[in-house]
């Protein structure tokens, strides 16, 4: 199974600012969550499923400043690997690896490793990857979140 | 065909190295899952105990063609109660193919 990098541009707000005039740290988790949701766009996999997924670790290394601009949030599947993720197999777990860059062309500035849970909805039971990325191929297309401008 | 006292030798074997403990102190003081998380240095959470179980059953699934379903555990689950559920699953001939 092979899933693509994402990539989503996002515009950052005069309220993501701190007092020193840059993206305040908490503010820049917001903006891996907005890249992991472009990331099931790209896979064209849809939430409002019966299996959700859930944050259980995050790991951020702050490289740089972001002042005010574009930020480009970079997303893309590490682990299961592809060969380790198989269609009649079983996974609890999956790590994104996440990149925030100034712009475009622009240099690192956050690196995060994020881990995710699947869990299922109803029950408040923990669910399989597979359960999770079944769940989301036959979810009806529910309201998607713009990128902000 | 492996029987059923090689199976549960080689499910005894994988839940210890998935979970990083020795089979000795995994079942023989038959801990509960929670007991198994604080003891682990590898797991913190029962998302990590699920992974554990899954590379299990993943196993299983390419070296002897055994698919084994994981139920909902609670944490007071001794591991013997694992055991048990993986050997019925092993061990049901209409859960053979994988």
Redesign the interface.
């Known amino acids: 199974m092979h899933f693509e990098e994402s990539s989503l541009t996002l515009r950052v707000r005069p309220n993501d600012l701190d007092i020193l005039g840059h993206v305040n740290n908490a503010t820049t988790l917001e903006y891996l969550e907005a890249g992991r949701w472009a990331w099931l766009e790209r896979q064209g996999l849809t939430r409002g499923g019966p299996v959700v997924a859930v944050v259980s670790r995050v790991e951020v290394d702050y490289r740089r400043e972001i002042p005010p601009g574009d930020v480009v949030v970079h997303t893309e599947l590490e682990s299961p690997a592809a060969d380790e993720l198989e269609e009649d197999g079983l996974n609890y777990r999956a790590r994104f690896r996440q990149r925030v860059f100034l712009s475009v062309d622009g240099p690192l500035a956050v690196e995060a490793l994020v881990s995710v849970a699947f869990l299922d909805a109803r029950a408040r039971s923990l669910a399989s990857l597979q359960q999770f990325l079944d769940a989301a191929r036959a979810a009806p297309v529910a309201a998607v979140e713009e990128p902000r401008s | 065909m492996p029987d059923a006292q090689e199976l549960e030798s080689y499910i005894r074997r994988k839940f210890a190295e998935n979970v990083g403990l020795t089979e000795a102190e995994l079942f023989s003081e038959d801990l509960t899952l929670s007991t198994l998380i604080t003891r682990s240095e590898r797991m913190?959470?029962?998302?990590?105990l699920?992974?554990a179980f899954?590379r299990t059953?993943?196993g299983l699934?390419k070296d002897f063609g055994l698919?084994v379903r994981?139920p909902?555990l609670s944490l007071d689950t001794p591991v013997s109660k694992v055991l048990a559920v993986f050997m019925g699953e092993v061990t049901n001939p209409e859960r053979k193919s994988?």
């Open positions: 913190t959470n029962s998302v990590d699920m992974e899954a059953s993943n699934r698919r994981l909902a994988a």
